[in-house]
């Protein structure tokens, strides 16, 4: 038990360091107008970086309830073997804890896309300018 968990911290540090690394790599991504498009599509469809995070931890909330349901089912039903599958009283299952996907409202997932819609739209505006000045110094006759 205590090398699992000692395992499971490591795992989760280098998953928070990845996360870290992943944060700096979009601030300096979204000088691309790509790059902002890419994360803005991938945080309203809900698979972005920081909704993946939100899943491991529910994810590892809900291990954790599930062992502590598990060790409480085999307090009470101590005389009950895995192996055995017919057993005069069925296992009773209330209180089974289920991973419940974290979700997130429209409002909340706009305002989080939001800096990357106005970059889009800056990107545009500065190109859009930058086009206009370049064809006002041809002189263009028929």
Same mark, same amino acid.
């Given at each position: 038990p205590? #090398?699992?968990a000692r395992a499971e911290?490591?795992?989760w540090e280098g998953y928070h360091r990845a996360y870290d690394q992943m944060r700096k790599? $979009? %601030? &300096?991504?979204?000088? =691309? /107008?790509? +790059? =902002?498009y890419d994360h803005a599509t991938a945080a309203l469809a809900g698979t972005d970086v #920081?909704?993946?995070? +939100?899943? &491991?931890?529910?994810?590892?909330? =809900?291990?954790? #309830?599930? *062992? !502590?349901? $598990? %060790? *409480?089912?085999?307090q009470e039903y101590p005389d009950r073997e895995m192996?055995?599958?017919? &057993? /005069?009283? /069925?296992?009773?299952l209330s209180g089974l804890p289920s991973l419940a996907e974290p979700? #997130?409202? !429209? /409002?909340?997932? &706009?305002?989080r896309v939001l800096p990357d819609v106005a970059l889009l739209?800056?990107?545009n505006l500065v190109l859009l300018t930058a086009t206009l000045l370049a064809f006002q110094r041809y002189d263009i006759r028929l």
């Open positions: 205590v #090398e699992r911290a490591a795992l790599a $979009q %601030a &300096l991504m979204r000088l =691309s /107008p790509l +790059a =902002s #920081e909704r993946f995070m +939100a899943l &491991l931890t529910e994810a590892q909330r =809900s291990d954790g #309830e599930l *062992r !502590s349901w $598990q %060790a *409480r089912k085999a192996a055995r599958m017919n &057993l /005069p009283v /069925p296992l009773d979700w #997130e409202r !429209s /409002p909340e997932a &706009l305002a739209v800056f990107f």
